[in-house]
């Protein structure tokens, strides 16, 4: 099972795994502030996110995209060749919601969806919307919120790479190692105060062919540049 | 002939026609810091510009874009079915200029072309670079200031309409009749503390299939709702 606590959960924080009985009586004694939720395991073959915008005339969805997690937080988001926009749209009218939504979902072996997320707002499965040419989410969420029209949804491809602090580092140093490296990619470094491990500190975006082995790499020159 | 003042001149100003003996008598008495420079009228097609990125290392260009100028001053700028991008290294080339370039060019009659300007700068006829999903002129401009190497010059097709203020105007109004006509189109307003007439207070970007017309009917939303 799945362990998720009721309150406070955010970024993988609050999820615990309990894959015997014995891990899951170890955890019954562990408290959380209104207690867990216990949820069946599903064994999904791949995490998709759809951002959807709702307002009261229409509703549009921005590419299916597919997310790599790593230890419960999203590391790498880039094109799915898949479309999960039907099941996410759902989503967000089974709770009634208008405005932006973040959708995530596990796509199952028999190829069905099944709705892991729904946060109201922009999204970080949505930051290469950044950069891709189209709208970005950040725009389309004013719009919505300013009761706006909608444009369409469409850009180039795009993915984008979490940075994850590993502690205290050079992060100047590592800027221009990832700028130099990889001319295409885009930065967006958040400017927190202090590194803490494995803190989400930035990101960063490319977009057109190629564009995920992109960021990749322009993630592992910053890390290398910046230790 | 053309007369330009031989400094100061910027956005059309400073630029005079003579187009008779007597008009060019009449500019004789008037004065300029400088003098003028008396230029033979060139029957050009039309305006072309091209934005060339040069460093120790290697050259590279935007996209060539078509420009229309109103009373001296650019008012829209979209992709040119042309490639004037040799001709605009070669200036470059000509006063050995390293660094970024908005280079911009008549079309001949016979297809050849002749530089207009060299502006050794981020350039009006460059800003639909914030917009087209591919590298901005601006972030090209600090590679180049900081030695590190060029990305791909390459985006969406896109286009570009300038904002030249009528005069005091209910700008707010504007913005919101522009995003709402437009969804697609992006305003950048530049926050002049004042709009005198004809003064360059901002431009719209749109980019993709339509991308001049769109650019176009969202400056019409701009100045109608701020009327």
Avoid at 75 to 89: G, H, N, R, T, Y
Wanted: glycine share 10%.
């Amino acid at each position: 099972m799945i362990l998720k606590a009721r309150f406070g959960g955010y970024d993988g924080k609050g999820t615990r795994w309990a894959r015997t009985p014995e891990e899951f009586d170890a955890l019954r004694n562990e408290w959380e502030p209104g207690g867990w939720l216990a949820e069946e395991l599903v064994p999904f073959r791949r995490e998709l996110a759809v951002m959807v915008a709702r307002s009261a005339n229409e509703t549009r969805c921005f590419p299916t995209m597919e997310t790599v997690q790593v230890n419960h937080v999203c590391d790498l988001v880039f094109p799915a060749d898949a479309d999960a926009s039907e099941a996410a749209i759902a989503a967000v009218e089974a709770v009634e919601g208008f405005g932006l939504f973040g959708v995530e979902l596990f796509e199952l072996p028999d190829g069905s969806f099944q709705i892991n997320e729904i946060a109201p707002r922009p999204h970080n499965t949505g930051h290469y919307t950044l950069d891709w040419g189209g709208p970005s989410q950040f725009e389309v969420h004013v719009r919505l919120a300013m009761g706006l029209p909608l444009p369409e949804l469409t850009g180039s491809e795009a993915a984008m790479a979490n940075l994850l602090a590993p502690g205290p580092a050079d992060w100047r140093a590592g800027l221009r190692a990832a700028l130099a490296a990889e001319p295409s990619a885009h930065v967006h470094w958040y400017g927190k105060a202090e590194l803490k491990p494995g803190r989400k500190v930035g990101h960063i975006n490319a977009s057109g062919p190629g564009c995920r082995e992109r960021v990749v790499r322009a993630r592992e020159a910053f890390w290398a540049g910046a230790r």
